[in-house]
């Protein structure tokens, strides 16, 4: 890959950043992709429970951070796994190098390279793939969002007789409050929910209107940097409230149309999430 050393990360035009970003993604692809398609000589360590990491893993978030700094030099860049480079411009990419490794490790097709956009306290661009899919989605703020270069759709209106949400629940989440999460969507919502393993991936399900919204209980930041910013741009609003919210903290929090947040926030304010309870965020 080939990256154009003086690119000045505060300069370069909107157009020319998505390009580079998507062209960055792509090969940190390539590198998790050989990876992936000799799981059985790869090394795995377990860090935390049910948090798997790879040799992948911390190669590919390596190239990520080294091709950041290539052509973003006055950038800072948050990593996953443990990368954290300070910056003089006040714009911080944060990355998640694989997110879903526990599908990764399982040979299963719902995991992701993920790149946001963190500027002046706020997602403000994101760039996802997802190498075995080959889908590639774009955006954030005045970047229209894009799937493998096409325009997306907004979010369709909210039909509670078809709905479908997402879930999120990290191990470290109290079984109290899993449980809840769950009653509540059985007896109050009466939905369909899903459960795919990746942050990344069920954020590209509502993208994609596969989903309504997503309750996450237990996300770090790297999880959604990307993600947010994208679905921002199709109406998709979140609770989080990042005047609040530093980059190490753990996320309890929705995303989805304003209809579906009106729905979930009875659930957040009962597992300790954030409902704000005035107008959703979009940034």
Sequence with gaps: MKLVADFNGSTLPERATESVIEEIARSAGEIALRYFRSLASIPVEKKG???LVTKADR?????????LRQVFPNDGVYGEEGGNIAGTSGRIWVIDPIDGTFNFVRGGQNWAISIGLYENRRPTFGVIYVPVRDLMLSGGGSVETRLNGKPMRSLPVLDLSQASMGIGLHPSVATQDRLELLRYISDELRIAFRCC?????????????ETDGYVALGD???DVM???????NLGVSHTIDWDRTDLGAKLRFA???????AKVRP??????GNPMSG???HG
Excluded: N
């Design 59 to 67: 190669e590919v978030e390596e190239f990520l951070i080294a091709s």
């Design 197 to 209: 393993g990746s942050s990344t991936l069920s954020l590209i399900e509502v993208a994609m209107g």
């Design 267 to 272: 659930l957040l304010e009962s597992v300790g």
């Design 279 to 281: 107008a959703a965020s």
């Design 49 to 51: 429970h049910l948090d």
């Design 255 to 261: 995303c989805g149309s304003e209809a579906f947040l």
């Design 226 to 232: 990307a993600g947010l910013p994208i679905l921002s």
């Design 220 to 222: 770090s930041t790297w």
